[in-house]
């Protein structure tokens, strides 16, 4: 499985971007999938997941209300859109795709934010 994450950039507060995760090697619509993000200095922590059908989807609560995620099986992507941007959001943003306790990463993209 490769993962490839893009979209990322240097934007204003309160700014929108959308995040992209292309997912090759395997057979997408089975993947539950995720957003992470890791600032410079700190542990990597979860954004926000969606199940395999899209149907269910969970948010850390710093991304309630400012942050979508979807999904698209036919192109095999899955997004997030971010809004309402912050200086906190500043961040390399991680996708990771899940399937019988298998973890797999991209590369990931960064997000600054300037105030």
């Known amino acids: 499985v490769q993962l490839v994450e893009s979209g990322g950039g240097f934007v204003q507060t309160g700014d929108s971007l959308r995040l992209s995760c292309a997912f090759a090697?395997?057979?997408?619509?089975?993947?539950?999938m995720a957003w992470f993000r890791q600032a410079e200095g700190k542990e990597r922590e979860f954004v926000s997941s969606?199940?395999?059908?899209?149907?269910?989807?969970y948010y850390a609560d710093f991304a309630k209300g400012r942050f979508t995620i979807s999904r698209d099986n036919a192109k095999n992507t899955v997004y997030l859109q971010l809004s309402s941007l912050k200086p906190e959001d500043t961040a390399v943003y991680y996708c990771?795709?899940?399937?019988?306790?298998?973890?797999?990463w991209g590369q990931g993209t960064q997000v600054t934010v300037s105030s």
């Open positions: 990771k795709a899940q399937r019988w306790g298998f973890d797999y």
């Open positions: 090697g395997g057979t997408f619509s089975s993947y539950a």
């Open positions: 969606i199940s395999v059908s899209g149907a269910t989807t």
